[in-house]
């Protein structure tokens, strides 16, 4: 089970318990009024019952949803990872054509000219990754292909009158060799921006 999936049934979990309760309550209407004094001793220890029912629900919830939570995801920027350089410009990638299966790559994705949208599409033409492509700025793109194929790269953000046809093509294989390097520098790490007195490698 996907975690769409996942979501999905706690959406209808969810649904069918405000459900039931909208019923109870409901139907409680249909019995014969009481006194306060009658009913005020149950209805405390209803409440106390339905209190603790609660918290324990959402501390079910939250031990069970914690896998979802992004701190997980934020803790593989550590792995090790193949530094792959991408450079945008108008109308082009400029980046390897053939990458490995099942290895982790890091992208570091910027622009010589405008902003660009970077889109990786799957053989079945499913956007599985993006980040944008922005001048003298580098964002860091973590990828692992888990299915061999052929793959293509769009660009997602209006970049001028070729922008419908700034695509890139690359192939991702069992025993693909490594990706050359290219010229591009910039450190491992957080986004950063490179000082206004530093050489520009893009030029």
Same mark, same amino acid.
């Given at each position: 089970?996907?975690?769409?999936?996942?979501?999905?049934?706690?959406? #209808?979990?969810? &649904?069918?318990?405000?459900?039931?309760?909208?019923?109870?309550?409901?139907?409680?209407?249909?019995?014969?009024?009481? *006194?306060?004094? *009658?009913?005020?001793?149950?209805?405390?220890?209803?409440? $106390?019952?339905? %209190?603790? $029912?609660?918290? /324990? %629900? /959402? @501390?079910? &919830? #939250?031990?069970?949803?914690?896998?979802?939570?992004?701190?997980?995801?934020?803790?593989?920027? @550590? @792995?090790?990872? *193949?530094? +792959?350089?991408?450079? &945008?410009?108008?109308?082009?990638?400029?980046?390897?054509?053939?990458? =490995? /299966?099942?290895?982790?790559?890091?992208?570091? +994705?910027?622009?010589?000219?405008?902003n660009h949208g970077f889109g990786i599409y799957n053989p079945e033409g499913q956007l599985i990754a993006q980040t944008q492509a922005m001048p003298d700025y580098v964002n860091y793109?973590?990828?692992?292909?888990?299915?061999? $194929?052929?793959?293509?790269?769009?660009?997602?953000?209006?970049? $001028?009158?070729?922008?419908?046809?700034?695509?890139?093509?690359?192939?991702?294989?069992?025993?693909?060799?490594?990706?050359? =390097?290219? =010229?591009?520098?910039?450190?491992?790490?957080?986004?950063? +921006?490179?000082?206004?007195? &530093?050489?520009?490698?893009?030029?």
């Open positions: 089970m996907d975690a769409a999936e996942k979501l999905l049934l706690m959406f #209808f979990i969810l &649904a069918a318990v405000a459900m039931f309760v909208f019923v109870t309550v409901a139907w409680s209407t249909r019995l014969p009024e009481q *006194e306060q004094a *009658e009913v005020q001793h149950r209805g405390y220890a209803i409440r $106390g019952r339905w %209190f603790l $029912g609660i918290t /324990l %629900f /959402l @501390l079910a &919830a #939250f031990f069970a949803t914690i896998p979802f939570f992004p701190y997980l995801a934020a803790a593989e920027a @550590l @792995l090790p990872a *193949e530094k +792959v350089p991408v450079i &945008a410009q108008q109308f082009v990638f400029i980046m390897p054509d053939h990458f =490995p /299966l099942n290895r982790r790559i890091l992208f570091e +994705v910027t622009s010589r000219d405008v793109l973590a990828v692992t292909f888990h299915q061999p $194929g052929h793959y293509t790269v769009r660009c997602l953000e209006y970049c $001028g009158v070729g922008h419908a046809i700034m695509q890139k093509d690359f192939t991702v294989e069992g025993a693909s060799p490594t990706p050359a =390097p290219m =010229p591009m520098s910039q450190p491992s790490g957080t986004n950063t +921006v490179p000082s206004s007195n &530093a050489s520009n490698p893009f030029e």
